[in-house]
C-alpha cells in the first residue's frame, strides 16, 4: 500500500489543474482499493453545499451537477463528525439521501473519509460497492492516508492562480487572494520581484522574453559547457572506471542531444519563455515521468534527469547578469521562497517596498530585519505559486497577512486610501522627535532601538531614539562569505558607537543557530532551536569570542558607550565563563597600549530557564534584557518559523506576562535595571503594559518608536498599571487584545490600531 500510495502522490504532484488532480485520485483510489466507485466531493463555499468534483464509477454526467447541503446524506455526516464513516449498507441508513442522475442505487458498502486541511474540511473522499459488507480496517486506514496526503495538494491546487474557485467559474484571475501572517505592518503595493538561490530548479520563475534568438544563444552556450564539463569528468575518471560505468557519461551526452531534452526546451523558448523557465518545465516533467516508473533502474535515472538540469541552471546564472546588474522596478516586492538578511541587500532600498516569503514566520529573523527596516512584510505564505508571479502587480496587507496578485482597480484604490491614511499618521508623528517619551503624570520612560544594519542607525535616530537596546553583530557576519576579521569587526562596532555617542549601544555577543545560520559555517542539527546556538557556540569557540569582544573593546576607546550582552544563557556558569574571557581580553588590549575602560555586562533572559535564575543572573551582571521573541517561543513550544503554528504564538499569552512580569520582580530585588527587546515592545499596546510591569528601558525597531512614544504620552502610569491589573488575571488571549484596543480608542489613540482593511 506504501508503494501505491507514493505512486499516487507523484502522479497527483505532476497533474497541471485540480480537474486532472482529482481524475487521478478517483481512478487511481478506485483501482488500488479494488471497488467500484471511488469519487470527491469538495466544498462550495458561496453555495455551501457538497459538490460531486470527480468520480470513477457513477455516471460522469453527474459531475459539478450533483450537490449536497452541509448537513444532507452520509456525505453530510462525515463532514459534520469529521471523522470516517464505514456502512456495509448505506441505503439503509437513516441518513441516507439518493442522488439523482448518479446511478449510484446499487451500490451498498460505503466508506467516506473527511478532507481536512489546517483544521479546514475541503470535502470528503468516498467509495462505494456493489457487495454488502464492512471495509476492513486497512481498507479504512488506506483511506485516511490518502486523504491527509491529498488535502494538501487539494488546497494548493485552489489557491493556485492556475485555476478557477469552485465555488466561482465566473470569478477573474484579478483579486487572488493568499493568506500567510505579518512580519512587519503596513501596506505596499507594487511589482513582484522573484528572487532565488542559485541553482534553485524549483525556484526558477516564469518570465516572459521577446528576443527569441538571443535566449536559444544563451541557452546553446549553457548546454555547450555543460557538454564539455561531462567530457571532462568522463576523461578524468576513465581509468577508474568499468566499461558499463564510463557509459553513463555517454548516456548524459545523449540526454543533451537536440532531439532529446535539448531540443524540447529550444521548442519552450520559442514560445516565449525565458530559458531558465524552460529549463525549468522540460527537467520537472522528465523528472515526474521517471519517478512514477516501476522499474528500480529507470527510476533512479530521474536523478540523473535533474542533475543536469542544475549543472545547466548553474552555467546560465554564471553567464546572466549579477544581482548587482539587475534593473529593479520602482515599488519592488520582493518575493522569495524563503527570505534571508542577504537578499534584503541586494535590492536599492530607496525601489524597496515590501517583503514577501512563502516560508518563514512572523518573527523569523528576516522578519525581524524587515521591522527594524520599517518594510510591510508577508510570511508564511505557503499557498503562493511565487514562481508565476514575477512581474505582476501585488498588493501586500502586513496588518492581516494577506496578498492580492493582479488586484481589481476598486481593491487597488482601497488599499491607497490605507497608505494615504498611514502616511498622514506618520507625518503626526514626526514632531514628537524632541520630546521625551513621558505620561500625562509625568512618569519618563526611556526608549532605545533595536538595530543590525549601518543603515538603521540614521533612522533610529531621526526618530529620537536614546539609546541602542539590541545590536545585532551576527549581521555583519552573515552578510560575509567568511568570518570577519577583529579589523573589519571594530571598524562596523565603531560607526554604531560613534553615531549614537555619548549614548549607550548594548551589542550583543554572535547570536547564529536556530534560523540564523552562516553559510560558512553550517550547524546541521535535527531541532535548531534547541540545539547549538547563542552563548554555547562562541563559548565552545572562544577564537571567536575573544577576537569579537577585543574588536568590540577597541571600538569604544575613548566612546566608552558600550555595554555587551551575552545571548541563550541557561546557567550562571555560563555567565562566569564568559566574563573571564571578557576580563581576559580587556587584560590583553590594555598590554598592548590601549586605553580600556571595563564594559558593562548583562544577560539575555529568552528561555524559562533563565527567568527561574534571574536573582542568581542580578548577582553577577550589571544589567538584564528580556528577548520576548525567544521568549515566548520557547514558553509555548511554538516555533515561530513554522507557518502551520504561527497562529499559536501569542506575545498576549497569560504565560508570557506572567513571566515578564515575574523577571523584572526578581531583578529588581538585587537592584539592576531591566529592558526588554522584543517584539512586544513595539507594539503601542504591550509597551504599556511593560511599563506598567516596571520594565527600565523598552527597546524596540526604530520605525515603531515614534508610535510608541505617542502611545505612552497619551495615558498617566496609574491608568496603565490599573489595565495591567486587569488585564494579568485574565486567562483569554482574544480578550486580552480586545481590552488593549479599546483602552487605546478610549485614550484617544485609535490610530495606532489596525486601520479597517478590505474583506
Same mark, same amino acid.
Given at each position: 500500500?506504501?508503494?501505491?500510495?507514493?505512486? %499516487?502522490?507523484?502522479?497527483?504532484?505532476?497533474?497541471?489543474?485540480?480537474?486532472?488532480?482529482?481524475?487521478?485520485?478517483?481512478?487511481?483510489?478506485?483501482?488500488?482499493?479494488?471497488?467500484?466507485?471511488?469519487?470527491?466531493?469538495?466544498?462550495?463555499?458561496?453555495?455551501?453545499r457538497?459538490?460531486?468534483?470527480?468520480?470513477?464509477?457513477?455516471?460522469?454526467?453527474?459531475?459539478?451537477?450533483?450537490?449536497?447541503?452541509?448537513?444532507?446524506?452520509v456525505?453530510?455526516?462525515?463532514?459534520?463528525?469529521?471523522?470516517?464513516?464505514?456502512?456495509?449498507?448505506?441505503?439503509?441508513?437513516?441518513?441516507?439521501?439518493?442522488?439523482?442522475?448518479?446511478?449510484?442505487?446499487?451500490?451498498?458498502?460505503?466508506l467516506?473519509?473527511?478532507?481536512?486541511?489546517?483544521?479546514?474540511?475541503?470535502?470528503?473522499?468516498?467509495?462505494?460497492?456493489?457487495?454488502?459488507?464492512?471495509?476492513?480496517?486497512?481498507?479504512?486506514?488506506?483511506m485516511?492516508?490518502?486523504?491527509?496526503?491529498?488535502?494538501?495538494?487539494?488546497?494548493?491546487a485552489?489557491a493556485?492562480?492556475?485555476?478557477?474557485?469552485?465555488?466561482?467559474?465566473?470569478?477573474?484571475?484579478?483579486?487572488?487572494?493568499?493568506?500567510?501572517?505579518?512580519?512587519?505592518?503596513?501596506?505596499?503595493?507594487?511589482?513582484?520581484?522573484v528572487?532565488?538561490?542559485?541553482?534553485?530548479?524549483?525556484?526558477?520563475?516564469?518570465r516572459?522574453?521577446?528576443?527569441?534568438?538571443?535566449?536559444?544563444?544563451?541557452?546553446?552556450?549553457?548546454?555547450?559547457?555543460?557538454?564539455?564539463?561531462?567530457?571532462?569528468?568522463g576523461?578524468?575518471?576513465?581509468k577508474?572506471?568499468?566499461?558499463?560505468?564510463?557509459?553513463?557519461?555517454?548516456?548524459? %551526452?545523449?540526454?543533451?542531444?537536440?532531439?532529446?531534452?535539448?531540443?524540447?526546451?529550444?521548442?519552450? %523558448?520559442?514560445?516565449?519563455?525565458?530559458?531558465?523557465?524552460?529549463?525549468?518545465?522540460?527537467?520537472?516533467?522528465?523528472?515526474q515521468q521517471?519517478?512514477?516508473?516501476?522499474?528500480?533502474?529507470?527510476?533512479?535515472?530521474?536523478?540523473?534527469?535533474?542533475?543536469?538540469?542544475?549543472?545547466?541552471?548553474?552555467?546560465?546564472?554564471?553567464?546572466?547578469?549579477?544581482l548587482?546588474?539587475?534593473?529593479?522596478?520602482?515599488?519592488?516586492?520582493?518575493?522569495?521562497?524563503?527570505?534571508?538578511?542577504?537578499?534584503?541587500?541586494?535590492?536599492?532600498?530607496?525601489?524597496?517596498?515590501?517583503?514577501?516569503?512563502?516560508h518563514?514566520?512572523?518573527?523569523?529573523?528576516?522578519?525581524?530585519?524587515?521591522?527594524?527596516?520599517?518594510i510591510?512584510?508577508?510570511?508564511?505564505?505557503?499557498?503562493?505559486?511565487?514562481t508565476?508571479?514575477?512581474?505582476?502587480?501585488?498588493?501586500?496587507?502586513?496588518?492581516?497577512?494577506?496578498?492580492?496578485?493582479?488586484?481589481?482597480?476598486?481593491l487597488?484604490?482601497c488599499?491607497?486610501?490605507?497608505?494615504? !491614511?498611514?502616511?498622514?499618521?506618520?507625518?503626526?508623528?514626526?514632531?514628537?522627535?524632541?520630546l521625551?517619551?513621558e505620561?500625562?503624570?509625568?512618569?519618563?520612560m526611556?526608549?532605545?532601538?533595536?538595530?543590525?544594519?549601518i543603515?538603521?542607525?540614521?533612522r533610529?535616530?531621526?526618530?529620537?531614539?536614546?539609546?541602542?537596546?539590541?545590536y545585532?553583530?551576527?549581521i555583519?557576519?552573515?552578510?560575509?562569505?567568511?568570518?570577519?576579521?577583529?579589523?573589519?569587526?571594530?571598524?562596523?562596532?565603531?560607526?554604531?558607537?560613534?553615531?549614537? $555617542?555619548?549614548?549607550?549601544?548594548?551589542?550583543?555577543?554572535?547570536?547564529?543557530?536556530?534560523?540564523?545560520?552562516?553559510?560558512?559555517?553550517?550547524i546541521?542539527?535535527?531541532?535548531?532551536?534547541?540545539g547549538?546556538?547563542?552563548?554555547r557556540?562562541?563559548?565552545?569557540?572562544?577564537?571567536?569570542?575573544?577576537v569579537?569582544?577585543?574588536?568590540?573593546?577597541?571600538?569604544?576607546?575613548?566612546?566608552?558607550?558600550?555595554?555587551?550582552?551575552?545571548?541563550?544563557?541557561?546557567?550562571?556558569?555560563?555567565?562566569?565563563?564568559?566574563?573571564?574571557?571578557?576580563?581576559?581580553?580587556?587584560?590583553?588590549?590594555?598590554?598592548?597600549?590601549?586605553?580600556?575602560?571595563q564594559?558593562?555586562?548583562?544577560?539575555?533572559?529568552?528561555?524559562?530557564a533563565?527567568?527561574?535564575?534571574?536573582?542568581?543572573f542580578?548577582?553577577?551582571?550589571?544589567?538584564?534584557s528580556?528577548?520576548?521573541?525567544?521568549?515566548?517561543?520557547?514558553?509555548?513550544?511554538?516555533d515561530?518559523?513554522?507557518?502551520?503554528?504561527?497562529?499559536?504564538y501569542?506575545?498576549?499569552?497569560?504565560?508570557?506576562?506572567?513571566?515578564?512580569?515575574?523577571?523584572?520582580?526578581?531583578?529588581?530585588? !538585587?537592584?539592576?535595571s531591566?529592558?526588554?527587546?522584543?517584539?512586544?515592545?513595539?507594539?503601542?499596546?504591550?509597551?504599556?503594559?511593560?511599563?506598567?510591569?516596571?520594565?527600565?528601558?523598552?527597546?524596540?525597531?526604530?520605525?515603531?518608536?515614534?508610535?510608541?512614544?505617542?502611545?505612552?504620552?497619551?495615558?498617566?502610569?496609574?491608568r $496603565?498599571?490599573?489595565?495591567?491589573?486587569?488585564i %494579568?488575571v485574565?486567562?483569554?488571549?482574544?480578550?486580552?487584545?480586545?481590552?488593549?484596543r479599546?483602552?487605546?480608542?478610549?485614550l484617544?489613540?485609535?490610530?495606532?490600531?489596525?486601520?479597517?482593511?478590505?474583506?
Amino acid at each position: 500500500m506504501l508503494e501505491t500510495l507514493r505512486k %499516487i502522490v507523484q502522479e497527483v504532484n505532476a497533474a497541471p489543474d485540480l480537474e486532472s488532480v482529482l481524475d487521478v485520485i478517483v481512478r487511481r483510489v478506485q483501482r488500488a482499493m479494488r471497488t467500484d466507485v471511488c469519487s470527491i466531493y469538495l466544498i462550495d463555499r458561496q453555495r455551501e453545499r457538497y459538490v460531486l468534483m470527480a468520480t470513477q464509477g457513477l455516471n460522469q454526467k453527474s459531475v459539478g451537477q450533483v450537490s449536497l447541503s452541509l448537513d444532507e446524506g452520509v456525505v453530510g455526516m462525515v463532514g459534520q463528525r469529521a471523522e470516517p464513516i464505514n456502512l456495509e449498507d448505506a441505503a439503509v441508513h437513516s441518513a441516507f439521501t439518493y442522488l439523482k442522475g448518479t446511478g449510484e442505487k446499487k451500490f451498498h458498502a460505503f466508506l467516506g473519509v473527511p478532507i481536512i486541511h489546517h483544521r479546514t474540511l475541503l470535502g470528503v473522499l468516498v467509495v462505494q460497492q456493489k457487495l454488502i459488507r464492512k471495509f476492513d480496517e486497512s481498507e479504512e486506514a488506506f483511506m485516511v492516508t490518502m486523504s491527509a496526503q491529498l488535502a494538501g495538494v487539494i488546497a494548493h491546487a485552489e489557491a493556485t492562480g492556475s485555476i478557477l474557485q469552485i465555488s466561482d467559474h465566473t470569478k477573474t484571475e484579478s483579486d487572488r487572494k493568499f493568506e500567510g501572517v505579518s512580519g512587519c505592518i503596513g501596506v505596499a503595493i507594487g511589482p513582484a520581484v522573484v528572487m532565488t538561490p542559485l541553482a534553485d530548479l524549483d525556484g526558477v520563475p516564469d518570465r516572459k522574453i521577446e528576443d527569441v534568438k538571443a535566449e536559444v544563444a544563451k541557452f546553446k552556450s549553457a548546454l555547450a559547457q555543460v557538454r564539455r564539463d561531462i567530457k571532462r569528468v568522463g576523461r578524468s575518471l576513465a581509468k577508474r572506471l568499468r566499461s558499463e560505468e564510463r557509459e553513463l557519461f555517454d548516456v548524459y %551526452i545523449r540526454m543533451l542531444d537536440d532531439n532529446a531534452l535539448a531540443g524540447e526546451i529550444i521548442a519552450h %523558448i520559442k514560445e516565449g519563455s525565458w530559458a531558465q523557465g524552460a529549463l525549468r518545465q522540460v527537467i520537472g516533467e522528465h523528472v515526474q515521468q521517471f519517478s512514477m516508473m516501476d522499474d528500480p533502474y529507470l527510476r533512479e535515472r530521474a536523478t540523473d534527469i535533474r542533475d543536469l538540469g542544475r549543472r545547466m541552471l548553474t552555467c546560465m546564472q554564471e553567464s546572466g547578469p549579477s544581482l548587482s546588474e539587475i534593473e529593479f522596478p520602482e515599488n519592488t516586492i520582493l518575493v522569495a521562497d524563503e527570505l534571508t538578511p542577504a537578499m534584503l541587500g541586494e535590492v536599492p532600498t530607496e525601489k524597496l517596498i515590501g517583503l514577501l516569503s512563502v516560508h518563514g514566520s512572523g518573527n523569523s529573523h528576516a522578519a525581524i530585519l524587515a521591522r527594524s527596516m520599517g518594510i510591510p512584510t508577508v510570511m508564511g505564505v505557503v499557498d503562493l505559486p511565487y514562481t508565476r508571479i514575477e512581474g505582476l502587480n501585488v498588493i501586500l496587507d502586513g496588518y492581516s497577512g494577506r496578498v492580492f496578485v493582479n488586484p481589481s482597480e476598486d481593491l487597488s484604490q482601497c488599499y491607497q486610501d490605507i497608505i494615504r !491614511e498611514e502616511n498622514e499618521v506618520n507625518a503626526g508623528l514626526e514632531g514628537l522627535k524632541e520630546l521625551p517619551a513621558e505620561t500625562t503624570d509625568g512618569y519618563r520612560m526611556p526608549l532605545w532601538v533595536n538595530t543590525g544594519l549601518i543603515t538603521d542607525v540614521a533612522r533610529s535616530l531621526e526618530r529620537g531614539a536614546e539609546g541602542i537596546g539590541l545590536y545585532r553583530t551576527e549581521i555583519p557576519f552573515m552578510i560575509r562569505d567568511f568570518f570577519p576579521s577583529e579589523q573589519d569587526q571594530m571598524e562596523t562596532y565603531r560607526k554604531q558607537l560613534e553615531a549614537f $555617542a555619548p549614548r549607550p549601544v548594548t551589542m550583543r555577543t554572535l547570536d547564529i543557530g536556530g534560523d540564523k545560520p552562516l553559510p560558512y559555517f553550517p550547524i546541521e542539527e535535527d531541532n535548531p532551536f534547541l540545539g547549538w546556538r547563542g552563548i554555547r557556540v562562541t563559548l565552545d569557540h572562544p577564537e571567536i569570542f575573544l577576537v569579537q569582544i577585543r574588536a568590540m573593546l577597541r571600538a569604544a576607546e575613548g566612546l566608552d558607550n558600550l555595554r555587551i550582552m551575552l545571548p541563550m544563557v541557561t546557567s550562571v556558569h555560563e555567565v562566569d565563563e564568559s566574563k573571564k574571557l571578557i576580563a581576559q581580553a580587556v587584560d590583553e588590549l590594555r598590554e598592548e597600549g590601549h586605553i580600556i575602560n571595563q564594559p558593562l555586562i548583562g544577560v539575555m533572559v529568552e528561555v524559562p530557564a533563565a527567568v527561574y535564575q534571574v536573582r542568581r543572573f542580578a548577582r553577577r551582571v550589571d544589567f538584564i534584557s528580556v528577548g520576548s521573541n525567544d521568549l515566548t517561543q520557547y514558553l509555548l513550544a511554538v516555533d515561530r518559523n513554522n507557518p502551520r503554528v504561527a497562529s499559536l504564538y501569542v506575545p498576549y499569552h497569560p504565560a508570557v506576562l506572567k513571566a515578564l512580569q515575574f523577571i523584572v520582580y526578581e531583578a529588581h530585588k !538585587e537592584n539592576v535595571s531591566v529592558s526588554i527587546c522584543g517584539e512586544m515592545a513595539a507594539d503601542p499596546g504591550g509597551a504599556i503594559l511593560l511599563m506598567a510591569m516596571g520594565y527600565d528601558v523598552l527597546s524596540m525597531n526604530a520605525t515603531n518608536l515614534p508610535k510608541v512614544k505617542f502611545a505612552l504620552r497619551g495615558i498617566s502610569i496609574n491608568r $496603565a498599571r490599573e489595565l495591567l491589573s486587569q488585564i %494579568i488575571v485574565m486567562d483569554d488571549v482574544d480578550k486580552i487584545h480586545m481590552m488593549l484596543r479599546n483602552t487605546l480608542k478610549e485614550l484617544g489613540l485609535g490610530q495606532l490600531t489596525r486601520p479597517a482593511i478590505p474583506d
